[in-house]
């Protein structure tokens, strides 16, 4: 939220929480799927469902978005941003410890 209010300072309150909750659930999900070794059906469809009722949350509740900016590029640029700023981190993290660090069943998978 301070990164979004840092960088968008020109936009409206409403606007920067869209950005940062858009993004935190982005990250959020994104967190699942890194750490998920073995996908089942249903851990896809829990994800996309999550998406689906986001969106549809973001449609039914008008009043604390404001569609009209959603639906601009802009809103999307601003959201991949804070959530690089918020995932690339951990991923790069997760990542390296994987690699200096290898869980046993993985180490004996090589």
């Known amino acids: 939220m301070i990164l979004s209010i840092i960088l968008f300072p020109d936009d409206s309150f409403v606007n920067i929480v869209a950005i940062s909750f858009t993004a935190l659930i982005l990250t959020e999900l994104a967190n699942i799927i890194l750490e998920i070794e073995k996908y089942h059906w249903a851990m896809v469809v829990s994800q996309i469902l999550?998406?689906?009722?986001?969106?549809?949350?973001?449609?039914?509740?008008?009043?604390?978005?404001?569609?009209?900016?959603?639906?601009?590029g802009w809103f999307l640029a601003k959201v991949l941003v804070i959530f690089l700023a918020s995932f690339g981190p951990i991923c790069i993290g997760t990542v390296l410890k994987r690699r200096i660090d290898p869980e046993e069943h993985q180490k004996l998978n090589r």
Do not use: G, N, R
């Not at 999550?50 to 601009?72: A, H």
């Open 50 to 72: 999550s998406v689906i009722s986001y969106l549809v949350s973001m449609v039914i509740l008008q009043s604390y978005f404001d569609l009209d900016y959603i639906m601009t």
